[in-house]
């Protein structure tokens, strides 16, 4: 049986941080706030996945008083939601995500995350989408305080497609 999942995520900005974005480093001089690495975007695949599987939220598995979290690499909290998606014999079919920021530019920085969420998905790349827009200067995110990302998976019975 195929199952869809989303996630959502905001984290702030702030001065002093390196801008982990889709398991890359993107050059801005600030970075996302965090218990984690503060990787919105990996944060909200990974909440999409444990949706799809049905198994709460990363706030559930990888909560902020747990010092293990502290400044990991969010690939490890993504690694961690595939573990469930493999557990149950299912394998990712495709993602598409949104990133939305006043700042920096990020598309010329598509193509790397994509690759990188493929190979923690453990997917081709054309199966994951990213995208980019603004806030049209509304709100935190439009202000420039923060950052935010959504994301949508399919998955299906692995070996099925
Ligand atoms: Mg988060």
Do not use: C, Y
Request: glycine share 12%; proline share 3%; no cysteine.
């Amino acid at each position: 049986m195929a199952r869809i999942g989303q996630g959502s995520d905001v984290h702030r900005l702030s001065p002093g941080r390196e801008l982990r974005l889709g398991g890359i480093t993107v050059p801005f001089e600030r970075g996302l706030d965090g218990h984690s690495d503060g990787d919105v975007l990996l944060h909200a695949v990974a909440n999409a996945l444990l949706g799809a599987v049905g198994e709460g939220d990363i706030g559930l598995h990888f909560p902020d008083s747990d010092e293990r979290w502290r400044g990991v690499d969010s690939a490890a909290i993504v690694d961690a939601a595939m573990a469930r998606v493999r557990r149950r014999a299912l394998e990712v079919v495709n993602l598409d995500a949104t990133v939305v920021a006043e700042a920096p530019r990020l598309a010329p920085h598509r193509r790397a995350m994509q690759e990188r969420i493929a190979a923690l998905l453990g997917v081709a790349a054309e199966r994951v989408n990213v995208k980019f827009r603004t806030a049209e200067r509304l709100g935190e995110i439009g202000r420039g305080e923060a950052i935010g990302a959504e994301a949508a998976v399919l998955l299906d019975e692995a070996g099925g497609r």
